[in-house]
């Protein structure tokens, strides 16, 4: 029934959980998937924060080079694990002026999913809590199935 | 990975298409399908005039009602699961305080392993947002819930 599925990650523990299962879900299921990272753009952020030192800049500029090189780390475990499983899979990194479930909507009525995989938010952390309130914004805005994955 | 998945309904127009997707799902991953139907009879009866004897015949016949629409929309879940050969089993659950408790209860009860439900019920007829006993379910289910449009 879904034959691609977009799994965005945020790097944290909850969405590595939640890329496995929707990997051995697609497995299952004998669909593909898109493994998905959006950032948000370091010059959007200076513009929210419209006083920014040079200093801070550069470390905002550090900040998204570094953001960048983890969400290659978890786009790439998403590969070798669908790679592994046998599961065609493709990557998408992107940095959006826009709030990340914007881009998370369009990555998958752009790359034509037909299911959004992601988790929901764990009990505990902070990490846990922003991915919450993105799924939550995903669900609100999108029209297409979205399973919350829960481990 | 899942093996019993609960599709509740709530007679609405996207519950129905809820049931169609849900049951081709199961059919598609191999997995049984269990239906739920809470009626919530307290509806339209408010607690003010709660104690009056006409407020009483009224929530009386609601339940007769209610009863009845139940085992309609739940007939046609195991017929159309009949139809695709999943297997299917069916509950009728009654509730006064929420419907998110008797449809997460349910879930326990019946060993289920993912929700399959509409975003919207009955009352929510906006296509963005969701509905409140969906985001209920999301918010408080243990296990996973897979939001249809």
């Known amino acids: 029934m879904f034959k691609h599925i977009l799994i965005p990650t945020d790097g944290t523990e909850l969405s590595a959980e939640s890329a496995r299962a929707a990997i051995q879900f697609a497995k299952e299921t004998k669909a593909r998937v898109t493994g998905f990272y959006a950032a948000a753009d370091v010059r959007h952020e200076r513009q ?29 475990s998403i590969e070798t694990l669908a790679k592994a499983a046998e599961v065609p899979c493709q990557i998408k990194y992107v940095t959006t002026e826009h709030s990340v479930h914007e881009a998370i909507i369009d990555a998958a009525t752009g790359n034509g999913c037909d299911l959004i995989f992601m988790a929901t938010h764990g009990p505990f952390g902070i990490e846990g809590i922003t991915a919450g309130s993105e799924t939550k914004n995903v669900l609100s805005h999108c029209t297409i199935p979205v399973l919350v994955y829960r481990h | 990975m899942f093996k019993n998945i609960l ?18 799902f199961a059919a598609d991953v191999g997995a049984k399908v269990t239906g739920v139907h809470v009626l919530d009879a307290t509806q339209g009866v408010l607690m ?14 609601r339940t007769l009602e209610g009863r009845k629409a139940a085992r309609d929309r739940l007939q046609e879940i195991e017929q159309a699961a009949a139809a695709a050969d ?22 326990r009860k019946a060993g289920c392993d993912a929700i399959f439900m509409a975003s919207h019920g009955r009352s929510g007829a906006k296509a963005f947002f969701l509905g409140s006993e969906t985001n209920a379910v999301i918010e408080h289910s243990k296990i996973p819930v897979l939001v249809f449009r």
């Open chain 2, 7 to 24: 599709i509740p309904t709530d007679g609405s127009e996207l519950s129905r298409k809820a049931i169609e997707a849900g049951i081709r």
């Open chain 1, 48 to 76: 929210k924060f419209q006083r920014f030192l040079d200093t801070e800049l550069e470390l905002a500029s550090e900040l998204a080079r570094r953001r960048k090189e983890a969400a290659e780390r978890f786009l790439t």
């Open chain 2, 48 to 61: 003010s005039e709660a104690v009056s004897h006409e407020a009483l015949r009224r929530f009386e016949a």
């Open chain 2, 86 to 107: 999943v297997p299917c089993e069916t509950f009728s659950e009654e509730q006064i305080t929420s419907v998110c408790d008797a449809i997460l209860a349910t879930a």
